[in-house]
Protein backbone atom coordinates (compact mmCIF):
# COMPACT_ATOMS: atom_id res chain seq x y z
CA UNK A 1 0.00 0.00 0.00
CA UNK A 2 1.56 3.24 -1.41
CA UNK A 3 -1.01 5.48 -0.41
CA UNK A 4 -0.01 8.61 1.49
CA UNK A 5 -1.83 9.97 4.76
CA UNK A 6 -3.60 13.29 4.44
CA UNK A 7 -3.95 15.34 7.78
CA UNK A 8 -7.85 16.56 8.62
CA UNK A 9 -7.55 20.40 9.63
CA UNK A 10 -10.80 22.59 9.96
CA UNK A 11 -9.80 24.08 6.83
CA UNK A 12 -9.63 21.09 4.58
CA UNK A 13 -12.45 18.78 6.84
CA UNK A 14 -15.32 19.93 3.78
CA UNK A 15 -13.20 18.90 1.24
CA UNK A 16 -12.00 15.59 2.42
CA UNK A 17 -14.42 12.01 2.61
CA UNK A 18 -14.08 11.10 5.79
CA UNK A 19 -16.28 7.95 5.63
CA UNK A 20 -19.33 8.25 7.70
CA UNK A 21 -19.57 12.62 7.31
CA UNK A 22 -19.70 12.50 3.50
CA UNK A 23 -22.39 10.14 1.90
CA UNK A 24 -24.71 10.09 -0.46
CA UNK A 25 -27.82 10.30 1.40
CA UNK A 26 -27.88 13.54 3.85
CA UNK A 27 -28.21 12.76 7.42
CA UNK A 28 -28.97 15.21 10.21
CA UNK A 29 -25.85 14.10 12.02
CA UNK A 30 -23.07 14.50 9.22
CA UNK A 31 -23.32 18.40 10.17
CA UNK A 32 -23.13 17.44 13.97
CA UNK A 33 -19.98 15.21 12.67
CA UNK A 34 -18.32 17.91 10.76
CA UNK A 35 -19.31 20.62 13.67
CA UNK A 36 -17.61 18.16 16.34
CA UNK A 37 -14.71 16.80 14.56
CA UNK A 38 -13.59 21.02 13.79
CA UNK A 39 -14.11 21.70 17.00
CA UNK A 40 -12.03 18.59 18.61
CA UNK A 41 -9.33 19.43 15.59
CA UNK A 42 -8.82 22.90 16.87
CA UNK A 43 -8.06 21.59 20.29
CA UNK A 44 -5.16 19.58 19.02
CA UNK A 45 -7.31 16.37 18.02
CA UNK A 46 -5.70 14.14 15.33
CA UNK A 47 -7.39 13.04 12.43
CA UNK A 48 -5.29 11.62 9.36
CA UNK A 49 -6.51 9.12 6.69
CA UNK A 50 -5.34 7.09 4.04
CA UNK A 51 -5.86 9.06 0.63
CA UNK A 52 -7.37 5.94 -0.93
CA UNK A 53 -11.26 5.31 -1.79
CA UNK A 54 -11.92 3.44 1.59
CA UNK A 55 -12.34 4.39 4.87
CA UNK A 56 -8.69 4.13 6.63
CA UNK A 57 -7.63 6.65 9.07
CA UNK A 58 -6.05 6.82 12.44
CA UNK A 59 -7.55 9.34 15.36
CA UNK A 60 -6.83 10.52 18.53
CA UNK A 61 -6.82 13.15 21.18
CA UNK A 62 -4.09 14.60 22.69
CA UNK A 63 -2.90 12.67 26.43
CA UNK A 64 -3.80 15.87 27.88
CA UNK A 65 -7.72 14.98 26.66
CA UNK A 66 -7.83 11.70 26.23
CA UNK A 67 -6.58 10.51 29.77
CA UNK A 68 -9.76 12.62 30.71
CA UNK A 69 -11.97 10.10 28.98
CA UNK A 70 -14.20 7.29 30.40
CA UNK A 71 -13.00 5.01 28.29
CA UNK A 72 -13.12 0.82 28.66
CA UNK A 73 -10.12 0.54 26.16
CA UNK A 74 -6.29 1.53 27.42
CA UNK A 75 -7.49 4.82 25.42
CA UNK A 76 -7.22 3.76 22.01
CA UNK A 77 -8.46 0.97 20.13
CA UNK A 78 -8.46 -0.24 16.28
CA UNK A 79 -10.80 -1.12 14.14
CA UNK A 80 -11.36 -1.93 10.54
CA UNK A 81 -14.31 -1.58 7.79
CA UNK A 82 -16.16 -0.39 11.26
CA UNK A 83 -15.46 -3.05 13.54
CA UNK A 84 -13.49 -3.23 16.53
CA UNK A 85 -9.80 -5.50 16.02
CA UNK A 86 -7.87 -4.82 19.50
CA UNK A 87 -6.94 -2.69 21.75
CA UNK A 88 -3.22 -3.37 21.25
CA UNK A 89 -0.56 -0.67 19.55
CA UNK A 90 -0.05 -2.22 16.62
CA UNK A 91 2.97 -1.52 13.86
CA UNK A 92 2.61 -1.14 9.91
CA UNK A 93 3.33 -4.79 9.79
CA UNK A 94 0.20 -5.93 11.68
CA UNK A 95 -1.96 -3.14 10.15
CA UNK A 96 -1.57 -4.63 6.90
CA UNK A 97 -2.14 -8.44 8.52
CA UNK A 98 -5.10 -7.02 9.95
CA UNK A 99 -6.44 -5.40 6.47
CA UNK A 100 -5.29 -8.57 4.56
CA UNK A 101 -7.39 -10.77 7.42
CA UNK A 102 -10.56 -8.88 7.06
CA UNK A 103 -10.65 -7.38 3.75
CA UNK A 104 -13.34 -9.07 0.88
CA UNK A 105 -13.96 -8.14 -2.22
CA UNK A 106 -16.85 -5.53 -1.43
CA UNK A 107 -14.00 -3.72 1.11
CA UNK A 108 -10.67 -3.80 -0.83
CA UNK A 109 -8.72 -0.62 -0.99
CA UNK A 110 -7.96 1.63 -3.41
CA UNK A 111 -5.88 4.10 -4.57
CA UNK A 112 -7.67 7.66 -5.36
Not at 20 to 33: E, F, V, Y
Request: include cysteine; aromatic fraction near 8%.
Amino acid sequence: MDAEFINLTPENLCDEHVCCIIRKNAHSGIDAKKKWLSERLKEGHIFRKLNVNACVFIEYAPLETAKNLPCVFNNFAVFFNGEFVTVNQIDGATAEKIIKKHSTSKHQISGK
